[in-house]
């Protein structure tokens, strides 16, 4: 969905196009859906950023997280000091600085930066998900080589690397029980 955004004074105001898969709350808060791990939600009543994980939290979507903060520091778009975990499990949230520019709020300006943060990592989760497909398709259409047709191995008495009549257990040893 694009969203175009008028910056600068009404007289020469400038309008800004972009491509986000977003969506607005029953209390306008803004949520963006387009990164791969994790999902940003842009609070305008609160002055806040939250940064949600999108599945399951694990190292990926820390570093996700981790990676949009330290961009939006870098702009001053959000206070350092109010980094935080959120009141949501691997949520994190920080309060954005106030404007004093009068061509442009903080909301504006966040969405932008949140807009170039999520390009600038659009490469990174579409080649994560590629690995992904291209290893499910490995083992839903394996290769010649790695695959055997039915009835192309010969049955045997014994046949693998488990035998049978002997006890596998982590705590003792397999060949000196014998059934």
């Known amino acids: 969905m694009a969203v175009?955004?008028?910056?600068?004074?009404?007289?020469?105001?400038?309008k800004v196009r972009l491509e986000l898969d977003l969506r607005k709350s029953m209390n306008g808060d803004l949520m963006i859906f387009d990164h791969g791990d994790i999902d940003i939600v842009l609070s305008l009543t609160k002055n806040k950023v939250v940064v949600f994980p999108k599945d399951t939290m694990n190292d990926l979507v820390y570093g996700a997280q981790n990676r949009l903060f330290a961009h939006l520091r870098k702009k001053g778009i959000i206070i350092p000091?109010?980094?935080?975990?959120?009141?949501?499990?691997?949520?994190?949230?920080?309060?954005?600085?106030?404007?004093?520019?009068?061509?442009?709020?903080?909301?504006?300006?966040?969405?932008?930066?949140i807009s170039n943060f999520i390009d600038e990592e659009r490469p990174y989760f579409e080649q994560t998900e590629a690995i992904v497909s291209m290893a499910d398709d490995e083992?839903?259409?394996?290769?010649?080589?790695d695959s055997t047709e039915l009835g192309e191995v010969p049955q045997e008495v014994e046949q693998g690397s488990i035998r049978r009549g002997q006890v596998r257990d982590p705590y003792s040893i397999g060949y000196m029980y014998t059934v």
Not at 4 to 14: D, E, H
């Open 81 to 113: 000091e109010t980094i935080q975990a959120g009141a949501f499990y691997g949520s994190i949230e920080g309060v954005m600085e106030e404007s004093t520019l009068e061509e442009a709020s903080s909301a504006k300006l966040a969405l932008i930066n």
């Open 4 to 14: 175009i955004i008028k910056v600068g004074a009404k007289a020469n105001a400038k």
């Open 139 to 145: 083992l839903i259409h394996p290769d010649k080589a």
